[in-house]
């Protein structure tokens, strides 16, 4: 499974972004898949995951209610709509996907991830 995150960009505090998450497969439809971000000088950041037929999701604690993860198996992609975006959003935004049940917050459990696609937002 290929996957190409894209939508990132420079935004103003406050402005929104819907990343979006492309897949090679169809199978991937079968697959749980999260979002990630990573600043300049920290470590990878669990910021969403969905199942795989979109029942089920769960945040990070620094995104709930700002940030909606979503799913289209038809067209193989995964969305994360980013609202009432703050400086501390800027980093570079990975999607990523995992067989197997459970969502998992921790990178280690992903098997296929994407290039990333930055965000910077500005104050």
């Known amino acids: 499974v290929q996957l190409q995150a894209s939508g990132g960009g420079f935004v103003q505090a406050g402005d929104s972004l819907r990343l979006s998450c492309a897949a090679s497969a169809r199978s991937v439809s079968s697959c749980d898949m999260g979002w990630f971000r990573q600043a300049p000088g920290k470590e990878r950041e669990f910021l969403a995951a969905i199942n795989w037929n979109g029942n089920s999701k769960n945040y990070a604690d620094s995104v709930k209610g700002r940030f909606t993860i979503s799913r289209d198996n038809a067209k193989s992609a995964v969305y994360l709509q980013m609202n009432s975006l703050k400086p501390e959003d800027t980093a570079v935004y990975y999607c990523?996907?995992?067989?197997?049940?459970?969502?998992?917050?921790?990178?280690?459990?992903?098997?296929?991830w994407g290039q990333g696609t930055l965000v910077t937002v500005s104050s």
């Open positions: 990523a996907a995992k067989y197997g049940p459970g969502l998992a917050v921790n990178d280690n459990d992903y098997r296929y």
